[in-house]
């Protein structure tokens, strides 16, 4: 179970990286609060993981998640760049992560 609380904390971890964007194009309350939402939701997911799992372990992984799910998001919905050499980095730090998972 603890690493299901992981993929969701970095899940709503891409998702208040995701609100940072949007808080920065549209100040209102509503942009506030789901940035608070999203971030808050996250690190209570990250606190549950780590119950059970290596803080090490976690922190890389929700870090993995939130960093690359964050780098993916901005070329599929924001436009950026997509040059192969930012996917192979991509594809790395999630090849990174799915090793910790299996000697973890």
Request: charged share 10%.
């Amino acid at each position: 179970m603890a690493w299901v609380f992981l993929v969701v904390a970095g899940l709503f971890e891409m998702f208040g990286v995701a609100m940072i964007n949007r808080l920065n194009k549209y100040r209102n309350f509503l942009s506030f609060a789901l940035l608070f939402l999203g971030f808050g939701a996250s690190f209570l997911f990250l606190s549950l993981a780590m119950k059970s799992l290596p803080m090490g372990t976690a922190y890389a992984v929700w870090t993995g998640i939130g960093a690359s799910g964050g780098a993916i998001l901005g070329m599929l919905l924001y436009g950026e760049a997509k040059d192969w050499r930012r996917i192979v980095c991509i594809i790395m730090i999630l090849g990174a992560a799915v090793g910790l998972k299996l000697i973890a």
